[in-house]
């Protein structure tokens, strides 16, 4: 069975940083491309970021390129969101999902219709 349970969220001041993580479980963890997620109260999900099965490619949505930084520990079967500059409007239940890779090409979409499994999700609240 196909696990994902992400940890990490919290509350934080504008301006500060969290680190979330994407533990996984029951699956070859190298065989998926990884994304990171986040829905605000009254809004639809929207995609943040996504990793490459190898760890070597990666892409962001706009609102969080250059303070997000996504990456993933094949070893660990562990995928990461470093997050600084955090700003209020980034507050949302934060999770991660995994889409079957492919070995001929790197998929950019931050669709959710494109992601298999997902976990349960992680609250980041930035407030001050």
């Known amino acids: 069975q196909l696990l994902l349970v992400e940890s990490g969220g919290g509350l934080v001041e504008p301006g500060g940083s969290l680190r979330l993580s994407c533990a996984a479980s029951?699956?070859?963890?190298?065989?998926?491309?990884i994304g990171w997620f986040r829905q605000a109260p009254g809004k639809e999900r929207e995609g943040v970021a996504r990793i490459s099965m190898s760890g070597m490619t990666m892409n962001y949505d706009d609102s969080v390129e250059g303070r997000f930084t996504i990456s993933r520990d094949n070893s660990k079967n562990t995928a990461y969101l470093q997050m600084n500059d955090l700003k209020p409007e980034d507050t949302a239940l934060y999770y991660c999902a995994a889409a079957k890779g492919r070995a001929d090409v790197y998929e950019t979409s931050l669709e959710s219709s494109d992601f298999d499994s997902w976990g349960q999700g992680t609250q980041v609240t930035v407030s001050s």
């Open positions: 029951g699956f070859t963890f190298n065989l998926y491309d």
